[in-house]
Nanobody, 117 residues
Framework: QVQLVESGGGLVQPGGSLRLSCAASGISFSIYAMGWYRQAPGKERELVATIASRSVTNYGDSVKGRFTISRDNAKNTVYLQMNSLKPEDTAVYYC???????????WGQGTQVTVSS
């Protein structure tokens, strides 16, 4: 059974930091591209960051320079370090795992991040 389990969300003040983790099980983690997406109330889910199997990264424009995605293949875990958080970063953050050949994709259950004073 495939599971992607996010952790690390919570309430933080503007300018603060959080680190999200996503632990994967039931997949060959090292060959999956992993990513973080977020969805705020009333908005569509959007890309935050992705990291390919060879650790090539890609970021959404709104988080470039503030967020860093990384992976530890030995621990089957992907991380999202979020710095200089803003109220507009408030959303449910979802972990995503994607394989190209053959195509397959999985989602975690999401973790809430709230940035507020």
């Amino acid at each position: 059974q495939v599971q992607l389990v996010e952790s690390g969300g919570g309430l933080v003040q503007p300018g603060g930091s959080l680190r999200l983790s996503c632990a994967a099980s039931g997949i060959s983690f090292s060959i999956y591209a992993m990513g973080w997406y977020r969805q705020a109330p009333g908005k569509e889910r959007e890309l935050v960051a992705t990291i390919a199997s060879r650790s090539v990264t890609n970021y959404g424009d709104s988080v470039k320079g503030r967020f860093t995605i990384s992976r530890d293949n030995a621990k089957n875990t992907v991380y999202l370090q979020m710095n200089s958080l803003k109220p507009e970063d408030t959303a449910v953050y979802y972990c995503n795992g994607r394989r190209l050949v053959p195509p397959n994709m999985y989602w975690g259950q999401g973790t809430q991040v709230t940035v507020s004073s």
